[in-house]
């Protein structure tokens, strides 16, 4: 057996695409407590186009990159390392990650990753075989890419990111030419808008929705996020692609990990010290608390960065330090000193409250999924995620993460194609009979509110 394992993971390091070779793992790690040495081995095979796979998600990730180059060009592709055109690059961990304890190949894979799958599940929603609903997103898949709603928009991103930086390198011009007023106030909270949009930029270059290759997302990266507003890449990336490998998930999801807020019933009875003061009233606390915000982000970049697993340390805390030297800097040369605190109270203040006002909307008050549910891919991201109506204005107000579902579902669609991602995918869940919830904006907030409210009734009893 542990021969099988070894040629079957030799055989998928011979593909170099990773964000290939990483789907084709994580649709054998849908169910992996079943997944025997053989059957791993045929996925490879499957990926290599050796032959079809038992597995119709691993048939349909291959299907949908051979449909989209064409043979010839997968498999050129898959020589020179290319990336590959398909909607599963959220994928949880890759096959050519270092190993960790010089752990032989098989023994690395088991423990390194598959385990985080390691749970036997119960369904959540019983709506055909496992198979059947693997194949309900290589289907919805099949349709998005054929609209070519998958294609990179560079001429987008070209003009979104000059604006950005122009309007960002305007505020602090106007900063310094005004001086000493009272005015710089109304400068502070136009900067936590220009932040913020900087933010939603960092964002759809992390899910590679800007550039193809992962060089120029990590150099783009980096200078938007540490240097130009003081969060760290790295950190931020791995948390958030922890989060979109399982959305709302109390066990897996850092997004929901009881902190200062609590998300579910259990963490509230859990809960002890400031978190249960906290909980009890906490809808009435969320937004205050929200003001908080961004020197928690601040913070948490530091700190990330003297963990062990930290990557680009030096780098990464050059740029930081960079970005709060000049920042600081800056304030406190052209303001005395009492409005260059409150200065910042208001921009950072601001700049926590848009960010998280953004995010709020998207999953806040719905399911939260635990080790005992079971859901196929397409479900799980659907059922846990609210879509935001309201126009071009929210558009570009929520930087388009008002599309969450569609979003969650391919992460790697530009921004700009999520809106016409939309009525596709609403449509196609009504056909499968999958729940699609989409709602206004101020609706969004009620029903994150009272979740939260609903949460912490245990503690006021």
Not at 71 to 80: C, D
Not at 130 to 141: N, Q, V, Y
Not at 431 to 439: A, D, H, N, W
């Amino acid at each position: 057996m542990e021969r099988a394992w070894e040629a079957a993971l030799e055989l998928m390091a011979t593909c170099t695409d990773r964000t290939v070779r990483a789907s084709v793992l994580e649709g054998v790690a849908e169910h992996v407590e079943s997944v025997t040495a053989a059957e791993f081995l045929g996925a490879a095979q499957a990926l290599r186009g050796i032959r079809e796979s038992a597995d119709p998600f691993v048939n349909a990730v291959a299907a949908t990159s051979r449909g989209a180059l064409g043979i010839k060009g997968y498999e050129a592709a898959l020589a020179r390392g290319a990336a590959i055109p398909h909607p599963e690059r959220h994928a949880l961990r890759l096959l050519s990650a270092p190993r960790q304890g010089g752990l032989p190949l098989a023994a690395w894979m088991r423990q390194g990753w598959v385990n985080v799958h390691r749970e036997v599940r119960r369904p959540v929603v019983s709506t055909g075989t496992l198979e059947t609903r693997g194949s309900d997103f290589a289907r919805l898949a099949h349709t998005i890419a054929d609209a070519g709603l998958l294609d990179r928009r560079p001429f987008y991103y070209a003009m979104r990111i000059s604006i950005a930086v122009v309007v960002y390198l305007g505020c602090w011009t106007l900063f310094a030419w005004l001086g000493d007023s009272w005015l710089q106030l109304l400068v502070a909270a136009a900067l936590a808008v220009v932040f913020a949009q900087f933010g939603f930029v960092a964002h759809d270059i992390g899910h590679r929705q800007v550039f193809r290759r992962r060089q120029a997302s990590d150099v783009a990266g980096l200078l938007i996020g540490n240097l130009g507003v003081g969060l760290g890449w790295g950190w931020w990336t791995s948390k958030h692609s922890r989060h979109h490998a399982n959305p709302n998930h109390e066990d897996h999801d850092p997004d929901v990990s009881p902190a200062v807020i609590v998300w579910s019933t259990d963490q509230a009875i859990e809960s002890r010290g400031l978190p249960r003061f906290i909980a009890k009233y906490q809808a009435y606390w969320f937004f205050p608390l929200l003001t908080l915000e961004a020197w928690h982000l601040h913070v948490a970049s530091f700190m990330a960065l003297f963990k062990p697993s930290a990557k680009r340390r030096g780098p990464e805390l050059a740029l930081l330090v960079v970005h709060f030297a000049l920042y600081f800097g800056v304030i406190f040369t052209v303001l005395p000193v009492g409005k260059a605190l409150l200065f910042l109270i208001v921009h950072q203040g601001l700049f926590g409250l848009y960010l998280g006002s953004t995010f709020a909307p998207n999953h806040k008050g719905m399911p939260v999924l635990t080790k005992e549910d079971k859901l196929d891919f397409l479900r799980k991201q659907v059922l846990t995620s609210r879509n935001v109506r309201g126009g071009w204005f929210a558009d570009v107000a929520l930087g388009q993460l008002n599309y969450q579902i569609e979003h969650h579902l391919f992460p790697n669609m530009p921004a700009p194609s999520l809106r016409r991602a939309q009525p596709i995918v609403q449509q196609y869940c009504a056909e499968i009979g999958v729940s699609y919830l989409q709602t206004g904006l101020l609706d969004s907030y009620g029903q994150a509110l009272r979740h939260l409210h609903e949460v912490g009734a245990p503690l006021r009893r």
